[in-house]
């Protein structure tokens, strides 16, 4: 199925303004889907043969769906294309008078156009369904009026708001608490759950017909709302709960009319939030403090190593605190990271920028460069990478520019597929001999190498002629966890 952005962009041939309004629309309906009990479907017209095509479907969450089949892509005709088409010509909301049996229970529709720029782009087909129809309540009727108010907005232009991005996860929706609120800020209806959430926050007494300065938490900023005829979003907490508030002004013509309110209590997802940032920073702190304590081993090591009578020693030591080090820098990443993630690509240049540095000879001029990008990896990868990275670049440097050379180039490539890593150290030494086996004729540094490769990343080790005329590279193939 086609996305959204295609059907706008290839079905009716919109621009990309018109294309990022109706997107903003579509992020915010879900609203005008509760308030009026009805399905909505954001229709387009095809502009070389005149099509009405459904783009965009939405389900209430307060009533029985219309359409249990999902309508997206469709091309719409009979009585609702006549009404869709008279939106689109006219500019205007086009309400039926007389309900539509074609799907078998009686449906009443109303077609809101969508303007951008002087012109109908899209129209929103609001369809109810009949069959469940009684008489209706208080909330009914102020969900009902409300749906017609944002519906004019639409029609105007004037919904969904410019420069809104509220917390989609946690905004709340209509049926978590719903409060309607006049020009001058007065209650006029509260639904249950919104009396509810009030309570929670400490208050006690009956909130409708009085005004939002006499009891509310907040009401400066809900009061700004309605002067500015903008959203606000508010976050009031009290008593050990927390309520999160949405207000969004009703207006006509420009004219503020009054404002609806959503409500939704988040204490405990908020709780959650805390107690998660309180385990990251704790976490990060943890990988900080093993840093230091292998930046310390290292110096030990560093110090024994200068105690050493023998240069065989002394190499050892100096091999051991590379590879500290090496692991070192994937905690030290993971310390500035509260998400636990690590970017390779950073660590990868950390490690040539150290291991060239460390063996780095007068008269022996070696190039290290990087090629594509290995994105963020688990800790469970990364750390062996890393260890397995260094082996490679020290191996390479060691072996395949050692003395008598004047240098030359080693390039590192990172490939990342959708369920495999690949990493390739390549040198244009005078490479490996012909038979080579890295397990069988490797030195340690291999052998770590291959043992991570297989033990920890259940991978692949090859290390090859990379030319006939010499060169060697060494091939890294491993699974991406899912």
Same mark, same amino acid.
């Given at each position: ?56 479907? !939405? ?20 009585? $609702? ?64 009026? %409300? ?56 208050? %006690? ?17 809900? !009061? %700004? ?35 609806? !309110? ?53 190499? $050892? ?105 690949? !990493? ?37 080790? %090859? ?20």
């Amino acid at each position: 199925m086609s996305s959204l952005e295609q059907l706008l962009e290839e079905r009716a041939g919109l621009p990309e303004g018109a294309v990022a309004r109706v997107q903003a629309l579509i992020s915010d309906w879900q609203i005008l889907a509760d308030l009026a009990f009805a399905d909505l479907l954001l229709c387009v017209r095809d502009p070389s043969d005149g099509e009405v095509v459904v783009a965009a479907q !939405m389900r209430p969450y307060t009533a029985q769906t219309v359409h249990q089949e999902d309508l997206v892509g469709s091309a719409l005709s009979g009585s $609702a294309r006549a009404a869709i088409l008279r939106a689109f010509e006219d500019g205007t909301i086009v309400r039926d008078g007389e309900p539509d049996w074609s799907s078998g229970v009686p449906v009443r529709q109303e077609a809101i156009p969508v303007p951008w720029q002087g012109e109908t782009v899209a129209v929103v087909a609001r369809e109810a369904n009949l069959s469940t129809v009684r008489a209706p309540s208080q909330l009914e009727l102020t969900y009902l009026q %409300t749906a017609n108010e944002l519906a004019t907005m639409i029609a105007e232009g004037a919904f969904p708001f410019q420069g809104e991005d509220p917390e989609r996860e946690v905004a709340p929706r209509v049926g978590d608490g719903m409060v309607r609120i006049d020009a001058t800020g007065r209650v006029t209806y509260a639904s249950p759950n919104a009396v509810s959430a009030y309570r929670r926050l400490g208050v %006690t007494a009956n909130v409708v017909r009085r005004s939002l300065a006499d009891f509310d938490l907040d009401d400066e900023s809900l !009061m %700004t709302a309605l002067i500015d005829g903008r959203p606000v979003e508010s976050e009031v907490e009290a008593r050990g709960s927390v309520v999160l508030r949405r207000i969004l002004p009703l207006t006509r013509g420009g004219r503020v009319l009054g404002a609806v !309110m959503l409500m939704r209590e988040v204490t405990e997802l908020r709780r959650h939030e805390r107690l998660l940032l309180s385990k990251d920073a704790t976490i990060r702190e943890i990988h900080h403090r093993v840093k230091n304590n292998l930046q310390t081993v290292a110096s030990l090591l560093r110090v024994q190593s200068r105690r050493m009578r023998t240069e065989e020693g002394r190499e $050892a030591l100096e091999e051991s605190v590379r590879r500290i080090g090496s692991i070192a820098l994937v905690h030290e990443t993971l310390s500035e990271d509260a998400r636990q993630r690590v970017t390779f690509d950073v660590v990868a240049q950390r490690l040539v920028e150290v291991v060239s540095a460390g063996l780095a000879a007068p008269g022996r001029e070696v190039v290290t460069r990087i090629e594509g990008r290995a994105g963020e990896l688990s800790p469970q990868l990364a750390s062996p990478l890393a260890l397995v990275l260094s082996e490679l670049l020290q191996n390479t440097l060691e072996h395949a520019y050692g003395p008598g050379s004047t240098g030359g180039t080693v390039t590192v490539r990172l490939e990342r597929g959708p369920a495999t890593f690949t !990493m390739e150290v390549e040198d244009d030494g005078p490479g490996v001999p012909e038979g080579f086996d890295h397990v069988r004729d490797a030195n340690l540094g291999l052998q770590i190498a291959d043992t991570l490769v297989t033990s920890e990343l259940a991978g692949t080790l %090859t290390v090859e002629r990379a030319r006939p005329d010499g060169g060697t590279i060494a091939r890294v193939s491993a699974p991406l966890p899912r």
